[in-house]
C-alpha cells in the first residue's frame, strides 16, 4: 500500500509492502531516508501516529514504535502541543560522500566468578556454523583469492557488512566505504593515524572511558583530552571547550556507564562536527544487544559525512575470530587503507570469505538472536540479585550490552571493595579503571563509587555466587574502614 500526506508542499511518499518484511522497517527507513535527502525538511510536522497508521493500514503501535526509534536516534523532535516533527540537522548529516546509491538490505560457589567487561559468552561461540562456513569458503573461493588481499579487504565481505549496517545499525555505507581490519583496536590506529595526516591532532575521549584509547591516541601522534559523561552521555558542551576536533565515543551502550547518547546530544554533536570540521569515531560496540526496544541507529546513518563507525565481531561472535571494519567518508578511506598497507598484510581471506559466508545465509542473525535472550535472562537475574543484596536502584545501564553499573554506598572505596573482593574469588573491576590515565576533568561530574559488572561470559548460578559475595565484600570493606585494627584479626568469610 502507498499513500501520500500533503505538507503544504509537494506531496511525500510512503508505502509499505506486506510481503517485504516488517513493515515498522519499511516506515522507518523510508522516513530516514526522506530526512537525509532533505524531502522532509526541518521543522515540518509528520501525521499523528493514529492518522498515518490509518492511511497505511497498519497498527497505531507501529507507527508509534517508528516514531520513538527516530526521536531517539535524533532525526525526529517532539513537543507537547506541537505534535512530531523533523528535526534540525546540519547539512552534512544528509552527505552520502559517495555517488554511488545506497539501498537498505535486507559457576557454583567453589568456582572464581569473573564479571569482566566486554567477554561475549564464549561457551555458546556457534562453532559448528563458523567449521561449515570455512569449510564452505574453502570450495568456493577462487584460487586467486588465496593471494594477498584487495588492500581494503574483501569486496565480498565489504559488502555483507555494509548491508548488515543498513539493516541493521540504520546506516548507509556501501562498500566502498568500508575496510577491513583485524578487530577494532587496528581499526583504530590506522584510522587515527590517517586522521594525524590530515591535520587532526587533539582527539577527546569519553572519561569515564574505555581503557587504553588515550594511549593508543597518543602512540599515532594525536594529544588526548577527557570530556566528561553525565547520564546523556558525553557532554558536547565541554567538548565544545576541549579544543578537540575528534572524538571517540561509544553512544549505543556507553563504556563503562551504559547510558546511551541521548536525542539532543546526538544532534548537538553533529552540529559541533559540522562547527569544527571535525569527525566523530563511532566505536559501535554492543549494540545489537538491546532489550527494552529495537536498538538506536548507529550515527553514521545520521551523518556519513562527519562519522567513522568502527565495529567487530569480537564481542558478538569471539575476540579470536579477530575480524573488524571501519566505515569511513570518502576523503578518509584511501588513508586508513595506506596505514593497513604499511602497517598489516591484511585479515586472513578464507576468515574474510567464512564471515560473508556467516552472515548472509542468516546463520549470524540466528546467533544474535539466540544470544540476546540469553544475556536478557542474564541481566534479569543480575538485577533480582543486585535489588535482593544492595536494595533497588543501585544498578545503571540494563537496557542494552553484556554490562552494567552497581552504585556502591556513597561512603564505600571501589578499589577496596574489589580487591577484598578478588580474595573472595570474584573478578570485578571498579569504575575508576575506566577513568582518563592522565587524571580526569576536575570539573566534570562526580561519579558515586561503582562496580562495573560485565555479566556476558558468566552463568546464572555464577551471578548469584558473585553478588552475594559482592555484598560480604561491601560490609567487610565497611567495617575495616571504621575499625582496622578490630578487623584485621577478624577470619575470613567466604
Known amino acids: 500500500m502507498a499513500v501520500q500526506w500533503s505538507r503544504g508542499g509537494p506531496d511525500l511518499l510512503v508505502a509499505v509492502d506486506r510481503g517485504a518484511g516488517a513493515l515498522g522497517a519499511q516506515i522507518q527507513d523510508q522516513l530516514r531516508t526522506a530526512i537525509r535527502d532533505a524531502r522532509l525538511g526541518a521543522g515540518e510536522r509528520l501525521p499523528s501516529s493514529r492518522r498515518l497508521a490509518e492511511l497505511l493500514g497498519v497498527g497505531r503501535g507501529t507507527v508509534v514504535d517508528v516514531y520513538q526509534q527516530l526521536l531517539a536516534e535524533g532525526y525526529l523532535e517532539a513537543a507537547v502541543g506541537s505534535g512530531t516533527r523533523v528535526a534540525s540537522i546540519p ?11 545506497v539501498h537498505p538490505v535486507r559457576p557454583g560457589s567453589a568456582r572464581p566468578v569473573d564479571f569482566e567487561y566486554g567477554v561475549p559468552d564464549l561457551r555458546t561461540v556457534p562453532l559448528t556454523d563458523w567449521s561449515w562456513a570455512v569449510s564452505k569458503a574453502t570450495q568456493t573461493l577462487p584460487t586467486a583469492a588465496l593471494g594477498d588481499e584487495d588492500l581494503p579487504g574483501s569486496r565480498h565481505l565489504r559488502e555483507v557488512v555494509t548491508a548488515y549496517h543498513r539493516r541493521v545499525r540504520a546506516g548507509c555505507a556501501t562498500a566502498r566505504d568500508a575496510v577491513v581490519v583485524s578487530g577494532f583496536r587496528q581499526g583504530l590506529t590506522f584510522t587515527l593515524a590517517a586522521l594525524a595526516r590530515h591535520g587532526l591532532r587533539r582527539i577527546a575521549l569519553e572519561d569515564p572511558g574505555p581503557r587504553d584509547h588515550d594511549l593508543i591516541a597518543r602512540r599515532a601522534g594525536l594529544e588526548a583530552v577527557p570530556v566528561p559523561v553525565d547520564g546523556s552521555g558525553v557532554d558536547v558542551g565541554r567538548l565544545r ?5 575528534v572524538v571517540l565515543l561509544t553512544p549505543a551502550h556507553q563504556c563503562p556507564t551504559g547510558v546511551a547518547l541521548s536525542p539532543s546530544r546526538r544532534r548537538d554533536l553533529i552540529a559541533w562536527a559540522d562547527e569544527v570540521d571535525g569527525v566523530i569515531l563511532e566505536d559501535d560496540y554492543d549494540a545489537e544487544f538491546r532489550y527494552d526496544r529495537q536498538p538506536v541507529g548507529s550515527l553514521q546513518g545520521l551523518s556519513p559525512a562527519r562519522v567513522i563507525a568502527l565495529g567487530s565481531v569480537s564481542k558478538t561472535l569471539a575476540p579470536a575470530i579477530r575480524l573488524g571494519w571501519v566505515l569511513a567518508p570518502a576523503r578518509f578511506v584511501a588513508g586508513i587503507i595506506e596505514e593497513k598497507r604499511l602497517g598489516s598484510r591484511g585479515a586472513p581471506g578464507l576468515d574474510q570469505e567464512a564471515l560473508a559466508l556467516l552472515m548472509e545465509t542468516g546463520r549470524f542473525d540466528r546467533h544474535l538472536r539466540r544470544m540476546r535472550e540469553i544475556y536478557r535472562g542474564r541481566r534479569d537475574v543480575l538485577a533480582a540479585e543486585v535489588d535482593r543484596a544492595f536494595g533497588p536502584g ?7 550490552g553484556c554490562h552494567a553499573l552497581l552504585q556502591l554506598p556513597d561512603r564505600s572505596s571501589e578499589r ?3 580487591a577484598t573482593a578478588a580474595t573472595m574469588g570474584v573478578r570485578v573491576n571498579p569504575l575508576g579503571h575506566y577513568r582518563f590515565a592522565g587524571g580526569g576533568d576536575p570539573e566534570g561530574p ?3 563509587p561503582a562496580l562495573v559488572l560485565g555479566f556476558g561470559n558468566v552463568d546464572e548460578q555464577q551471578i548469584r555466587s558473585g553478588i552475594g559475595t559482592l555484598a560480604r565484600a561491601v560490609e567487610r570493606q565497611a567495617d575495616e574502614a571504621e575499625d582496622p585494627d578490630a578487623t584485621a584479626a577478624r577470619p575470613a568469610r567466604s
Open 91 to 101: 547539512s552534512s548529516a544528509a552527505a552520502t560522500g559517495h555517488d554511488e546509491g
Open 241 to 245: 571547550e576541549s579544543g578537540a576536533r
Open 394 to 400: 543501585r544498578l545503571r545501564g540494563l537496557a542494552a
Open 416 to 418: 577496596a571493595v574489589a
Open 446 to 448: 562526580r561519579h558515586a
